[in-house]
């Protein structure tokens, strides 16, 4: 939603972080994510397809960097088209 009304993508995570966010709860930066996210993809067991965060851990995910020249908007759209 908040994607679609064009909104920029610190303004985005700020709105998510002000509404889920713990109350004195730690932001981790973009390399501290990727960091977590790939410890929960090492989680899944073989032949399974979720794995999980420690528990009181949440991942926002951010834009992707621009791709041969397009931004993520383009490229997503031209991956589904």
Known sequence: MLVSRNLRWPEIEQQILDHYALPGGRVYTCDETTVLANQ???????????????SGKAILFHASPPWNGFSERVHMWQLSG
Request: aromatic share 14%.
């Open 40 to 54: 929960m993809l090492r989680t899944i067991p073989s032949g399974e397809y979720r794995g999980y965060l420690e």
